[in-house]
């Protein structure tokens, strides 16, 4: 049985093993700010930690789980933020998801912004391919 990635982490002793977390505790331990946590929370509608009575984020395990996810297929995987939530309600909150995304991202013979010296021309010809497709 797969464990989850909160679940490597915690064990790798870099979670503290608590029963809840609050926001300022979780942006520390996804290396996200806080800001980003709260912004994942209006795109995700799967990511939704309680609060408690004064309004505080409680973040559990589970939540921890997502964060990771999310921050992998955004960050490393390099989707968009519509593609994550297109991961996520076609199945893909599993973790063996996350190792198979790389086989399911955008083609691999064109170029990422980050790898094309003028990411305008590389918009420009990512535009030109859906009009194609289009017409």
């Known amino acids: 049985m ?3 990635l909160a679940k490597d982490i915690l ?4 979670i503290p093993d608590k029963l809840f977390y609050k926001i300022g505790e979780v942006s520390k331990i996804a290396g996200v700010e806080p800001y980003v946590l709260r912004y994942w929370e209006t795109e995700f509608p799967f990511l939704k930690p309680r609060k408690s009575k004064s309004g505080q984020r409680i973040y559990v395990k589970k939540d921890l789980d997502l ?3 999310i921050k ?3 960050y490393k995987e390099r989707f ?3 593609g994550v939530r297109k991961k996520f309600s076609t199945g893909g909150s599993s973790r063996s998801v ?3 995304a790389a086989s399911e991202s955008p083609k691999v013979d064109e170029p990422s912004v980050s790898e094309t010296k003028n990411p305008l021309e590389h918009v420009k010809s990512r535009l030109r391919d859906i009009l194609d497709r289009m017409g």
Not at 11 to 14: E, F, I, L, R, T
């Open 2 to 4: 797969q464990k989850s």
């Open 11 to 14: 064990d790798a002793g870099q």
């Open 67 to 69: 964060i990771f996810q």
């Open 72 to 74: 992998d297929l955004l």
């Open 80 to 82: 968009t933020i519509e």
């Open 98 to 100: 996350s190792s198979k």
